[in-house]
């Protein structure tokens, strides 16, 4: 028997705030770097480690995955997020300060 594949749920993306907020002056790292040889990821991996260790978060360029397939995975992701009920993530809750395992749902207000 064929299986059944549901088109995923479209994520929309909230609007832009129009408030005037100074934000990060995150790295960019460009994974083109990887492509020219040990000098390349040498330096690819500094900039890795600088952005980790300064902020903890950057921005990715020249990576190879297309538009098409990260709007897809953000769909898919936001399905499993929207439409699993609640029942269902209680008991594929994360017991992540009991285990430290993050396998699983993180539940609302998971922290207070």
Do not use: C
């Not at 993306?13 to 100074?22: G, I, R, Y």
């Not at 790292?29 to 300064?54: C, H, N, P, V, Y």
């Amino acid at each position: 028997m064929p299986s059944v594949r549901a088109q995923p749920k479209h994520f929309v993306h909230v609007a832009p705030s129009k408030e005037s907020l100074e934000y990060a002056d995150l790295q960019t790292l460009d994974f083109s770097l990887w492509e020219k040889g040990e000098e390349g990821k040498d330096q690819l991996a500094k900039q890795i480690d600088e952005a980790m260790r300064t902020q903890g978060f950057f921005y990715v360029i020249n990576h190879g995955v297309s538009a098409e397939q990260i709007e897809r995975m953000t769909d898919i992701g936001w399905t499993v997020l929207s439409e699993t009920p609640m029942e269902e993530k209680k008991r594929l809750e994360a017991k992540i300060q009991e285990t430290g395992l993050y396998d699983g749902f993180k539940l609302r207000n998971y922290y207070q």
